[in-house]
């Protein structure tokens, strides 16, 4: 959450409540919704570390707002973020521990496992497919999100299918 909050106020200015709906925007209804009380912890920690800087504004009718932005600690910390790549392949998957030491244990079918995850992996495309269907035309951010967590899905299926046939193939 810290450094796409920090990419938000690359932007310019903006309080907490700003930022929360701005994330909601961009990354539309397949993304977790964030926390406004989150969002507002994060800003404090990026404020004590020094990344950004807030300021107090009086309002006449409501309590006092605090309007964030960027310091150049910050835009070099943004930066460095854009420079790194994403995540190294998923070679702890959880999964794949649970079907690797299904036999050790005896408490769990391997084929069974595969069965169950395949279930749920397809039941979650049926869910993003429906979100892809009621989300805005016009959010391409919030689209490709969903497409690429689709396509994500697909793979780990082909995969399943890969240690199902490895797995039923005899030794």
């Given amino acids: 959450m810290r450094l796409p909050l920090l990419a938000l106020l690359a932007r310019g200015p903006a309080h907490g409540y700003e930022l929360k709906q701005d994330l909601e925007q961009v990354l539309g209804s397949a993304y977790p919704q964030p926390n406004v ?92 497919s429906k979100l892809a269907a009621a989300e805005n035309r016009d959010n391409r951010m919030a689209h490709l999100l969903i497409e690429g967590a689709m396509l994500h899905l697909q793979a780990d299926l082909d995969w399943l299918e890969r240690c199902q046939e490895e797995l039923e193939e005899p030794e």
Avoid: C
């Fill in 37 to 128: 009380g989150q969002i507002y912890v994060t800003l404090g920690r990026l404020e004590k570390s020094g990344l950004i800087e807030g300021e107090e504004i009086e309002q006449s009718s409501r309590p006092n707002k605090k309007i964030y932005h960027l310091t150049d600690a910050g835009r070099e910390a943004l930066r460095a973020w854009y420079e790194e790549t994403a995540d190294e392949p998923r070679v702890r998957d959880e999964f794949f521990m649970k079907l690797a030491l299904a036999p050790q244990t005896r408490l769990a079918d391997q084929i069974a496992l595969i069965n169950k995850q395949r279930r749920h992996y397809l039941n979650t495309m049926r869910g993003l």
